[in-house]
């Protein structure tokens, strides 16, 4: 505001090295307005008890030194108005509805050429507060609140429950299947994936159909299949992998399986040593004349008798290329399971 004190700038700075400010008080330009009924008409301010707030060289506890030299002023005021000036307590005695707690001006902000003001106050109103009303009201908001929050959060069921992967017993080339559901039960789209555990060392022998991410609807659900290809030579896993729910919570997948791998994946050492007939010069694919002939060779650089009866037989098919044999597309072309089964019986 900008009303100020109709008074010389000399004696306002004189009665404010002073500390004799009440007799400014009745030349201020505000009050002197607010008595006429000029302006803010019905409002109401406190005595005021610190001095004028305006005008500041900045950083500094000293009034305008500029050219201009203004007049020290309050030119920052708190006005208020009330519809009732009073009201009746239990005992039907008049209480003010406004009482003025406190109303100055903070010395210690210098950064402007004003000084702000503050104002506490004690507001009485007509109406007591119901406390059962008011907590009552106060739970229904917070459980509204945690329900809306709740209701963000995706929520996700997994059928079969628990998820369990138990894979028994699973030799070469066998490719067994596990599938599960996933229901959105909850409120929203959910974005969902399955990863590895931290110490997983089966997620690359996994492959998801349909490939995570996957992007669940609301009362929505999506079938996924899981298929396992043997590609380690460990014949027990026991693993975690974790089907993660952005801003949800996780579900953890248990797999339990077990290998049979026979001969396969084998190192060279792990065989029995290969037996060649030196007299007849041919190898030997059984055990039975190791003891009958002194003939009978050890030939402990060569290959596995296995290898070398495959390699053997493949030459003699003449049709199809050795180096791919053992490549998935050709053992999908091939029918390798009766092979693979003579092999582990014998």
């Known amino acids: 505001m900008n009303y100020r004190i109709s008074q010389p700038n000399e004696q306002v700075r004189q009665a ?3 500390l004799s400010t009440v007799p400014l008080h009745e030349k201020d ?4 307005e607010m008595k006429l009924n000029n302006i803010f008409t019905n409002y109401y301010e406190p005595p005021i008890n610190f001095l004028p707030t305006y005008k500041f060289d900045i950083n500094t506890d000293n009034y305008d030194t500029s050219e201009k030299l203004r007049t020290p002023s309050w030119t920052d005021r708190i006005l208020y108005r009330s519809k009732r ?3 009746l307590n239990d005992n039907q005695n008049e209480l003010e509805t406004i009482k003025t707690i406190h109303y100055s001006c903070a010395k210690n902000i210098k950064f402007s050429d004003h000084r702000p003001v503050s104002g506490l106050y004690l507001v009485v109103i007509k109406y007591e507060c119901d406390e059962k009303r008011s907590n009552r009201i106060r739970e229904e908001l917070i459980r509204e609140s945690d329900r809306i ?3 963000s959060i995706p929520t996700i069921e997994v059928h079969p429950r628990p998820p369990q992967i138990i894979f028994n017993h699973i030799r070469y080339l066998d490719k067994p299947n596990y599938s599960l559901t996933i229901n959105n039960i909850g409120e929203c789209t959910c974005i969902c994936t399955i990863i590895p555990s931290s110490i997983s060392t089966s997620f690359q022998c996994l492959t998801f159909t349909p490939n995570p991410p996957y992007t669940i ?11 396992f290809e043997a590609k380690t030579n460990i014949k027990q896993i026991s693993d975690i992998l974790i089907l993660h729910v952005e801003n949800g919570a996780d579900t953890f ?3 339990d399986i077990t290998l049979d791998k026979g001969p396969f994946g084998l190192s060279l050492e792990e065989y029995s040593c290969t037996l060649y007939d030196n007299e007849n010069k041919k190898y030997i694919f059984t055990n039975d004349n190791r003891s009958n002939s002194e003939h009978i060779i050890e030939m402990i650089n060569d290959p596995p008798i296995i290898y070398i009866a495959l390699i053997d037989c493949l030459r003699e098919r003449n049709d199809i290329d050795l180096l791919y044999i053992f490549n998935n597309e050709i053992q999908d072309l091939l029918d390798l399971i009766p092979i693979r089964n003579q092999i582990y019986e014998n």
Do not use: P
């Not at 929505?220 to 899981?226: A, G, L, S």
């Open 16 to 18: 404010i090295n002073e």
């Open 29 to 32: 330009q505000l009050r002197c």
């Open 85 to 87: 000036s009073k009201v």
């Open 149 to 151: 929050e709740n209701d």
């Open 217 to 227: 609807n609301i009362k929505q659900e999506q079938h996924v299949n899981i298929s």
């Open 253 to 255: 997948i248990t797999l």
